[in-house]
């Protein structure tokens, strides 16, 4: 959750619970008693109905009914500057952030809390995300010393006034967010990494410090609550057996509304010319996830692909990589902790298709139709994106929205190139439904293979270093884009054109 903006509440003496709903709200209001006995999840129920205003995490932890142990509370640690030794740069802030995850009313997690670790309690940011069982929403909250604010819900993301503000620029899908989702969970602390503190660092002492677990325990948490949410969405959406707004479900397969950050496992530091092969993460080539994973289609090439790790020694100094934190002057060649970090589909957006397809809104065929539209280009494809154009943006019945799109983007097709989106999308719809699984296989295993001879070739890796650094910067546009060091700095112009990935394993500027 980010700042909240203009909410006037900095000068309000009295503690107390305000709604500020950036974009909607002009300025901080108090909640009336009708709206926050509105409010089911346990920060209301627990504290704000009670009269009761945490100051620090310690005061909601305590405050919770039943005492912390290790089945109902879990505690992580995350800091993009944890992982460069202390004793390297003196001149970097060392900010930390812990995330508590806490079954409050039962055996799931229901409230997530995030708050600076290594600062004063009382001081830093402190930011809840909590369920409401009753509503099945996650509700924001944020302390704004001495009150609480809150932003709005699960829904507020998605409505057009708050959309894309406020809290709900990151979390732009009205879920919880986890951007270093998969394994090695880059700068969390995990089963990966240890943050590095120095031996004589007080924050040692900091109980909450003493409980951090792996941030691989919060990759599971993470994945059931956006479940948990998406399943709620999709049951209220549907419930008259109309979907009033259609656009909001296919986004999430025709475009990239959010993205994970993947890496390599490798620590970067560790790799020399003779170290072997380098593996960048699958969701760099295609989305692996949705198509090898939920769609299960029938791919035999080895993925991913495996660099040689000289290709990847040789283009830090030929791209200049270092990571810089400009309000403290920090700058260190190299790359990121882990190698080869890029923007991958997010675990929301393959989540929502998913129980689209399970649910039957959607067919399989239908969403391997899409993906495979610029299948190469798993994120921030402007060809997919042209299909979205299809989609209508009125209720819909539930039983016809896939034919719809499907029949208006072939009915576009007749007078478009074979090679336009819609050209594309329709030539694969014209499958039988017993050959495209193998079809669309042949044709990753195809695309693989050309990747797999490329990426072994020097040239071919400075393309795809150009490649990941062109979607880092899509990324770095994006309001998840919080610290600097989260990615690597390179000396690629920052006027060169967006890059593409071709069929063939090519690279070329797109659109």
């Keep these: 959750m980010d700042a909240l903006g203009d909410a006037d509440v900095h000068d309000r003496q009295a503690p107390g619970l305000y709604r500020f709903v950036v974009g909607v709200d002009r300025q901080a209001r108090p909640l009336d008693a009708h709206e926050l006995a509105a409010l089911g999840d346990p920060m209301a129920a627990v504290f704000f109905r009670e009269g009761t205003f945490p100051l620090t995490v310690q005061d909601v932890l305590a405050g919770l009914p039943q005492p912390a142990t290790k089945e109902n509370q879990s505690v992580y640690l995350i800091g993009e500057a944890g992982q460069i030794p202390s004793g390297s740069a003196a001149e970097l802030p060392r900010a930390m952030r812990f995330a508590v995850a806490r079954a409050v009313t039962g055996r799931d997690v229901d409230l997530l809390v995030s708050t600076g670790a290594n600062e004063d309690p009382a001081a830093t940011f402190l930011q809840v995300v909590a369920w409401d069982p009753a509503a099945r929403v996650f509700n924001y909250y944020m302390r704004i010393s001495p009150v609480w604010v809150w932003a709005g819900n699960s829904w507020s993301a998605l409505a057009p006034g708050s959309r ?85 479900l296919m986004r999430h397969l025709f475009t990239t509304t959010a ?65 810089e934190e400009q309000s403290s002057h920090f700058s260190q060649p190299g790359d990121t902790f882990f190698a080869f970090v890029v923007p991958e589909a997010a675990c929301e957006d393959n989540d929502v298709v998913r129980q689209m397809v399970e649910q039957g809104l959607i067919t399989p065929k239908f969403a391997a139709c899409a993906l495979m539209v610029d299948f190469t280009n798993p994120v921030f494809s402007p060809v997919r994106a042209r299909l979205m154009a299809h989609v209508p943006t009125t209720p819909t019945a539930m039983t016809e929205l896939q034919d719809h799109v499907a029949l208006a983007i072939v009915e576009a097709a007749g007078s478009q190139p074979s090679s336009s989106p819609e050209g594309r999308f329709a030539a694969d719809w014209a499958l039988a439904d017993d050959t495209w699984p193998k079809a669309f296989a042949q044709r990753i295993d195809d695309y693989l293979g050309h990747v797999g001879r490329r990426i072994r070739e020097s040239a071919g890796f400075d393309d795809y270093v150009r490649l990941a650094e062109s979607r880092r910067r899509d990324f770095k546009a994006m309001r998840l884009n919080e610290f600097e060091l989260t990615l690597p700095t390179t000396n690629i112009a920052a006027d060169v054109p967006r890059l593409g990935m071709n069929d063939d394993g090519t690279v070329a500027p797109t659109s």
């Design 259 to 323: 993205v994970n950050l993947a890496s390599t496992a490798t620590q970067s530091s560790t790799v020399t010319p003779s170290s072997g092969d380098l593996i960048p993460p699958p969701g760099f080539w295609l989305n692996s996830d949705a198509l090898l994973g939920d769609l299960e289609l029938p791919v035999t090439a080895a993925l991913p692909p495996r660099a040689p790790a000289a290709h990847y020694v040789a283009s830090l100094a030929t791209f200049d990589f270092a990571l």
């Design 164 to 248: 894309g503000h406020g809290c709900f620029d990151s979390h732009i899908n009205g879920s919880v967010v986890m951007k270093e989702l998969k394994e090695p969970w880059a700068n969390w602390q995990s089963q990966a990494a240890t943050v590095r503190l120095a031996p004589d660092d007080p924050f040692r002492a900091d109980p909450l410090y003493q409980q951090v677990i792996g941030a691989e325990n919060l990759e599971l948490t993470v994945r059931a609550l956006v479940s948990r949410w998406t399943a709620a969405r999709l049951a209220a959406v549907t419930q008259d057996g109309t979907v009033e707004h259609p656009e909001q």
